[in-house]
């Protein structure tokens, strides 16, 4: 499938993602965002997005599947020693939450939080995926006139 073909997919549910469908958008301002994404693909068990690193993309699945993950405190109760066990304490460990297909979104703070912000989750391709991508410094270009 070409790049044009995959983001005419889009078309039919950008304006019902819930976060888009909040915003009640103009049909240019759709227009102009759909216009405005770029396609990514990733192999599987790619990372296609990390806890903690600096998030400025927001993404629609296409094709495939991905993992959510967020991060738990670590299971100490098995650790017999004190000192281990106090150390441990802090350890974080990752636990899967959801899995996504198709039609489905993910990253939107990206898009709404200031320019510092953080990834929340990781997220992991299960199959070969291809993204829909929105870049913040697009959408802030494209809703900059916007009044929320």
């Given amino acids: 499938m070409d790049k044009r073909q995959n983001l005419d997919s889009v078309i039919p549910f950008f304006m019902e993602l819930p976060f888009f469908k909040n915003l009640n958008l103009k049909k240019k301002e759709s227009e102009d965002l759909i216009e405005a994404l770029k396609l990514e693909r990733f192999k599987k068990r790619d990372i296609v997005m990390e806890i903690g690193s600096h998030g400025e993309k927001f993404y629609i699945i296409l094709e495939g599947t991905v ?40 990253g939107e703070l990206a898009l709404t939080d200031n320019k510092f912000a953080k990834r929340k989750a990781t997220i992991k391709s299960l199959t070969s995926v291809v993204l829909a991508v929105l870049h913040k410094v697009d959408y802030d270009r494209i809703l900059s006139k916007k009044v929320f």
Avoid: C, P
């Fill in 67 to 106: 993992s959510v993950y967020i991060k738990n405190m670590a299971d100490t109760s098995k650790i017999s020693d004190e000192f281990e066990r106090s150390n441990s304490l802090n350890s974080l460990v990752l636990t899967e939450v959801a899995q996504l297909q198709a039609g489905k979104s993910f």
